[in-house]
Every structure is written in structure tokens, then in C-alpha cells.
């Protein structure tokens, strides 16, 4: 009589569980920038904000996320500046009205708002602890020129300080009405709001860190409220004190008003009622480097 093998089917399950550990561990290690269900999930969470004024004319559009909990939107405060109200669009097309502001900071440009009504998305989270760096990948969504939550891919290329601000410089692709959205990591986490981006350049976009954002929501109380239509900023805004001036003095240039280049030098040749300033508002106004400035 022949006898069976029974080690031949041990080896069968115990491939067929490594196979599965395997998948597993491969699954839980996707990167949020190669996971287009996970990037489509936090669209969920973005808005198109249109900005109207108290006249209900249209003034201009920008991007917000949810954020802290399922009423509060985040922004940036240039994009709410001048209006009345805000209708966010949803990624499913729904219209939902904000006019209550929680929190601005306006140097660091940013802006905490309340929905009327609570929207049912999942919201981002905020991380302010990773060790951020340059080449690292990131996720921006917004909607550049109305354009609703466009999803772009770069990295992040350098750090920035200006005004008081932290600022990421990053490479995915955003336009005008991108302002306001996330920029995330590989993670799924968002590390700033998109903020800027200059024209007149290649792919030089900026961001506000998300430690800032959560600055400001941790210093508000939680509780107060302020209507779009009937604000007094002095109640509201968070004002910030500049504790990098020396850094900001060395971000200084110099342009005439009629002139194409900016200067390092005040008193460079062909220079005419010389006016001070940032390098970045400069690039951002299409001036070129002074050949003799800048050999």
C-alpha cells in the first residue's frame, strides 16, 4: 500500500500564504501618487469655490478642501478677498453655499471657512510632522481657469521664506483658480495649500505649508464666527509678526519703473529712481537678472 505525502500539501498552503502576504504587502505600500482610486477619493474633499459680491456678480474663482472636520473649508484668504459669498462646487457637481468665515490670517494667506450646511466628505488630513524634502512627490488638485479639480504630479523642488511665510516650491502644474487647493505627499497627506505660481517663468509654483494652516485653526476658539457680508476684519484676522526680516533683506531687489531687469544694486548703471522689491514679486512681474548684477 502506498503511503501519501502529506508535506507535498504543507508546501501548497504555505506558498499560497506567502503569495498573499506578498499582494498584502504590496497593496499597503502604494504610493498616493501612483493610486488613482486614492487620488479620486480626495478629489471627493476639493471644491471650485466661485466668489461672489454683494452685487451677485461672479469676481473670481478658486480652490478649497474640507479639512478638521465635515463643515470647515481651507483656503487661501486672497481667493475669498472682495466677496460676499461662495458657492463651492463639489467634484459631483453640487452647489453648496459658504458666507461664514471661522479664522483669516491674511499675511500668511490663509482663510478657515464654515459650510451652512455639513458636507459629507471624508476630511484631509493635515500633516505638519514628516520631514519634508526636495524630490520628494507630491499631488496638486485644484481648478486652474475654472477647470474643476484638475489633478497635476511633480515633486517638490526647494523651501522659500518670504513675508513670514514657509513657503514649498513645487513643480506640479497649477494656473490661476488653483489657489486655495492641496498639495499632498505620498501619503495621501496634505502638506500646504497651493498658492502662487509665476508666469513669467518655468514651472515655479509655491505653496503655504499646512503648519500654518493648523497654527491658525489651533488658535482659534473653535466658536466664533463671522459673516462674509458683514465682517470687521479687526475681529477676525490673526495678524503675524515678520521673524525673518533678515532673511526677507536679502530677498530684496531693485527695479525702475521703466526698466526691464532687476538689480542687486541700487546704484547699477542705468538705473533711475531705483525702488525696492521682493526678488519673487519681480520674477512674478516678468524682470530679467541685470547682466551686470548678476555675472
Not at 468665515?101 to 471624508?122: G, Q, S, T
Not at 531705483?274 to 548678476?294: F, R, S
Amino acid at each position: 500500500m502506498e503511503r501519501k505525502k502529506p508535506g507535498i500539501c504543507w508546501i501548497l498552503v504555505v506558498f499560497i500564504a506567502f503569495q498573499l502576504l506578498v499582494v498584502n504587502i504590496s497593496i499597503a505600500e502604494q504610493r498616493f501618487t501612483e493610486d488613482a482610486d486614492a487620488i479620486e477619493c480626495a478629489a471627493d474633499s476639493v471644491f471650485m469655490l466661485e466668489i461672489y459680491a454683494d452685487t451677485n456678480q461672479r469676481i473670481g474663482v478658486g480652490s478649497g478642501f474640507v479639512a478638521f472636520n465635515s463643515s470647515l473649508l481651507v483656503t487661501n484668504y486672497h481667493v475669498i478677498e472682495g466677496g460676499a459669498y461662495i458657492i463651492a462646487v463639489s467634484d459631483e457637481h453640487e452647489r453648496y453655499l459658504i458666507d461664514q468665515i471661522c479664522v483669516i490670517d491674511k499675511e500668511k494667506d490663509i482663510a478657515i471657512l464654515r459650510f451652512d450646511e455639513d458636507y459629507i466628505a471624508k476630511p484631509l488630513e493635515l500633516d505638519a510632522e514628516s520631514k519634508l524634502k526636495r524630490a520628494q512627490p507630491v499631488v496638486a488638485i485644484g481648478s486652474p481657469a475654472g477647470l474643476m479639480n484638475t489633478v497635476s504630479i511633480g515633486n517638490i523642488s526647494a523651501f522659500y521664506k518670504k513675508d513670514g511665510r514657509d513657503w514649498i516650491q513645487f513643480t506640479a502644474p497649477i494656473s490661476s483658480g488653483s489657489s486655495g487647493g492641496p498639495l499632498l505627499n505620498d501619503l495621501g497627506k496634505v502638506i500646504g495649500i497651493t498658492t502662487a505660481t509665476y508666469a513669467s517663468t518655468q514651472n515655479i509654483n509655491m505653496a503655504v505649508k499646512a503648519e500654518s494652516v493648523l497654527d491658525l485653526y489651533n488658535a482659534w476658539d473653535g466658536k466664533s464666527i463671522v459673516s462674509m457680508n458683514n465682517r470687521r476684519d479687526q475681529l477676525y484676522v490673526l495678524s503675524t509678526v515678520n521673524t525673518n526680516a533678515e532673511n526677507d533683506k536679502a530677498n530684496k531687489v531693485y527695479i525702475s519703473k521703466s526698466g526691464k531687469k532687476y538689480h542687486n544694486n541700487p546704484n547699477c548703471s542705468g538705473m533711475q529712481l531705483a525702488v525696492e522689491i521682493d526678488l519673487m514679486d519681480a520674477i512674478e512681474k516678468g524682470y530679467q537678472p541685470c547682466g551686470k548684477c548678476y555675472k
